[in-house]
């Protein structure tokens, strides 16, 4: 199964990626976590890298879709893969599709997850991340138990440095220009499923299931 999560930023992706993931047990290819791993390591792409998601702003198609290409010619995504975050824009989708061909494989559905603006700018500017593992909290829904410290592996809990009001500003100026024509691409080929994102975690993932599975 090949799946993608699209969605705006904020739309819950990376919370339901990882309960699907382990559910069908595909691996969870996030474009945004290897971005921010490439930064943290400090080399000269991950400078550049920091230039655009600082500014809110994609990283260019040629950068994303190489990093992309190489990670699917992994092993483990034999027998699929959930991909969150990636494509974003249609030439990321035409690029994708000319490689899965190449490779005999095609997208089995896409999952779009629906949210309003009011509750995009509420979730992000209350989203906190633990850096050392990943997880994510909300300050208002779902705050850590302990005042910064990650309930998991007890590292340290920030908030993303693109989650700041003005670059959350542009990233959905960025999503409705560059990467919501791509509702439209998906629905052509046949293979997109609408998921109302504004419900709990437990029933967006229920209803994502039955899409899957349909
Ligand atoms: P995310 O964690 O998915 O919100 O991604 C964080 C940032 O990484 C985005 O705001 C972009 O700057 C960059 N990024 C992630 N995925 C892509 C992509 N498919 N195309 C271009 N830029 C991306």
């Known amino acids: 199964m090949n799946l993608i999560l699209l969605g705006p930023p904020g739309a819950g992706k990376g919370t339901q990626a990882k309960k699907i993931s382990a559910k069908y047990n595909l691996p969870h290819i996030s474009t945004g976590d290897i971005f921010r791993e ?7 792409l991950g400078k550049k890298l920091q230039g655009f998601m600082s500014a809110g702003a994609l990283v260019p198609d040629e950068v994303v879709i ?6 699917l010619t992994k092993p483990d995504t034999k027998n699929g893969f959930l991909l969150d975050g990636f494509p974003r824009t249609i030439a990321q989708a035409i690029a994708l599709d000319k490689e899965l061909e ?4 095609k997208i089995s559905r896409v999952i779009s997850l629906t949210v309003n603006e009011e509750e995009i700018v509420k979730r992000l500017s209350s989203r906190r991340v633990c850096i050392s593992c990943g997880a994510a909290y909300n300050l208002m829904t779902q705050p850590p138990k302990k005042e910064s410290i990650c309930n998991e592996c007890h590292g340290q809990v920030i908030q993303r440095a693109d989650d700041n ?18 509702i439209e691409y998906y629905t052509n080929s046949g293979v997109l499923s609408s998921v109302d994102g504004m419900k709990t975690v437990e029933e967006v993932f229920k209803n994502i299931c039955a899409a899957i599975e349909k």
């Not at 190489?66 to 990670?71: G, K, M, Y």
């Not at 190449?102 to 494989?105: L, Y």
């Open 38 to 44: 490439t930064v943290q390591n400090g080399s000269d």
């Open 66 to 71: 190489a990093i992309v290409r190489e990670r």
């Open 102 to 105: 190449k490779i005999g494989k």
């Open 165 to 182: 009001a003005d670059t959350v500003r542009n990233r959905l100026k960025v999503y409705d220009t560059q990467t919501s024509p791509l």
